[in-house]
């Protein structure tokens, strides 16, 4: 009876004051405090029992032989905080191994559902099955043009057509020989810089080595053009800030991907606006330089030749439009930079660390290598340096979560009976499985010996260490980024002992999950010449 008088008393109240005042204020606030209110109870039903949280209403993930476990999450937002702080890779692990959901674990992030999985025969079914060919594609992505590059275009003609051109052209094992010049030259550059900043400073910064060599070195086989730091200043310092401000928008966190209803009213990083800067500056670029391409002398397309020459060169049904030359183009200076500039910070850092490491290394370097300047041919001669790019890609895969996720293109039933529904967002968490006790023995020890006593494929036919994800989208890159990292490490190791600063900046392993997941804390360290090792 008093619930009753108590509506009877507002529907008086809330009709008579509109009257009073002559307004429909309060009217109006009453219907949108009855429709939050009603929104606030559907949600909070929904989100009390479904499990994986809101996003999987409907026991959408109940459906198979063996439903997909996952945590509820809080109400609408579900786990977006999880995955919107901190490092995601570590707090989805936790997760995981607590409630013992590492084969799948299903959980919200805003309305989007998404499964992970953190063992490596699940991880392997999904990123090798054609029905987890595709990605969901982040706002900011597709305002900076990457839905017509490789790595976001959907599984079709146009992706298929855009991988052929770039494993014949670019990453083929022909092409990737015929740019070792580069690689060479970059390296050298590189070691005269930390020589000469060990002298003046006392000690050596190495990031901005190694990014500058990767930066170069990618615009050296994809455009074809090397820079000065000094004579280039200019057009450095703006490409530079141009991959900058791309790396930090695609690696933001926009809440509005999980919650679109957020994007009208509610964006921390203005993301949308500084990608409508970015772009033209990016076009304006890329487009200088397509052009001077088309200018210059027709020339036959020789191995040494660019992605530019080949991409101007496509004709009939592979000929690529302007615009997406220039997305194309893009994400792989975007890609190629970052990858190979901090994994190799990793291995110097943990050779800084374990001193024992790097003095065998040094051991297998200087009695396989007679001459002195090594060469890629040498790296074949070196497993125990293979082993130590490994045990660092193991201990701190550059994606811990493989960088890009795939969606399911219809509902998938995997071997073990879970059923993921279509427009899932499918996550392998590499950290998880390389990082897992019952996978790896003594997982948090840097060890390389272990890859010598048994030889593991890393370029995606082992799920148990895949830092380049499997299947049809496995990283294109792999074996340019694999190259590039053996060789200037073996080169860093020969030509200087590394020793750590512990006065100034002693070496500290905390992580940031950006775009990739990198040192939080760059590398300093004391590079001390070598005895007998003369620099290039
Ligand atoms: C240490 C080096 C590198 C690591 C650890 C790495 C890692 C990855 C990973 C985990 C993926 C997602 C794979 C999947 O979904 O299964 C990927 C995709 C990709 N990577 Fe790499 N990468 C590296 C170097 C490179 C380089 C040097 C390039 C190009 C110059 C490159 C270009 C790409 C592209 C274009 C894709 C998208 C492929 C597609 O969706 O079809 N990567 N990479």
Redesign the pocket.
């Known amino acids: 009876m008093e619930l009753g008088l108590a509506s009877k008393d507002a529907t008086w109240w809330v009709f008579t004051f509109p009257a009073f005042f002559g307004s429909k204020i309060l009217l109006d606030v009453y219907v949108i405090f009855s429709l939050f209110m009603a929104f606030l109870s559907v949600s909070l039903l929904s989100w009390a029992f479904a499990v994986g949280g809101i996003a999987w209403k409907n026991g959408r993930n109940q459906q198979g032989r063996l439903p997909i476990p996952g945590p509820r999450g809080v109400p609408i937002f579900g786990s977006l905080f999880t995955l919107s702080r901190g490092l995601a890779h570590r707090s989805l692990a936790a997760m995981a191994w607590t409630r013992a959901n590492t084969k799948l674990m299903a959980f919200s992030v805003g309305s989007t559902p998404v499964v992970v999985a953190s063992d490596p025969h699940t991880a392997r079914e999904i ?1 090798t099955s054609p029905h987890f060919a595709d ?1 969901p594609i982040k706002q900011s992505a597709k305002s900076l043009m990457f839905n017509r ?5 959907p599984n079709g003609t146009y ?1 298929r057509l855009l ?1 052929r051109i ?1 494993s014949s052209h ?2 083929s094992p022909k092409r990737i020989i015929a740019h070792e010049d580069g690689r060479q030259l970059d390296c050298t550059i590189m070691l005269r810089n930390i020589a000469n900043e060990q002298k003046v400073l006392g000690f050596v910064s190495l990031r901005k080595h190694l990014q500058f060599a990767a930066l170069n070195n ?1 615009m050296g086989s ?1 455009f074809g053009k090397r820079y000065d730091q000094i004579k280039d200043s200019e057009e450095l310092e703006e490409l530079r800030d141009m991959v900058k401000e791309g790396f930090e928008l695609l690696g933001a966190f926009n809440w509005s991907d999980y919650l679109p209803w957020l994007s009208y009213f509610y964006d921390p990083f203005r993301i949308n606006q500084r990608c409508l800067k970015l772009v033209p500056r990016v076009r304006k670029l890329v487009k200088g330089i397509i052009e001077k391409h088309r200018l210059s002398e027709s020339k036959r397309l020789s191995d040494s030749a660019d992605f530019v020459d080949v991409l101007v060169s496509l004709d009939g049904e592979e000929k690529l439009q302007e615009e997406d030359m220039v997305a194309v183009l893009w ?2 200076i975007f ?2 930079t970052d ?2 500039a901090l ?1 190799t910070e990793w291995v110097m850092a943990e050779l800084v660390l374990h001193p024992e490491v790097q003095a065998k290394l040094q051991l297998e370097i200087d009695s396989a290598v007679t001459n002195k300047t090594l060469t890629d041919a040498d790296m074949a001669k070196l497993p125990y340096l293979q082993a130590v790019v490994k045990e660092t ?1 193991r201990i701190h ?3 811990p979560l ?3 996720a ?1 969606l399911s293109t219809s509902d998938v039933q995997l071997s073990n009976g879970m059923l993921v529904p279509a427009n899932t967002t499918a996550m392998v968490n ?1 950290w998880a499985i390389t990082h897992d006790p019952r996978v790896w023995e003594d997982p948090l020890e840097f060890k390389p010996e272990r890859f010598l006593e048994a030889d593991v494929d890393v370029r ?1 036919g082992d799920l148990r260490l895949a ?12 074996n ?3 190259v ?2 053996n060789l200037w490490v073996a080169k860093l190791v020969q030509h200087f002992k590394w020793v750590q600063d512990l006065c100034g900046h002693p070496v500290d392993l905390s992580e940031v999950l950006k775009l990739s997941c990198e040192m939080k804390f760059p590398l300093h360290a004391l590079a001390v010449e070598r005895d007998g090792t003369v620099l290039p």
């Open positions: 990123l990605r590059a490789m790595g976001f275009a992706w991988r770039a670019l990453f990618i994809v994400e792989m890609r190629g990858t190979t994994l890609l895969p550059p994606g493989l960088s890009w795939r590499m995606g830092p380049f994800g499997a299947g049809r989208r496995v990283c294109p890159g792999k340019l980024g694999l590039t990292v």
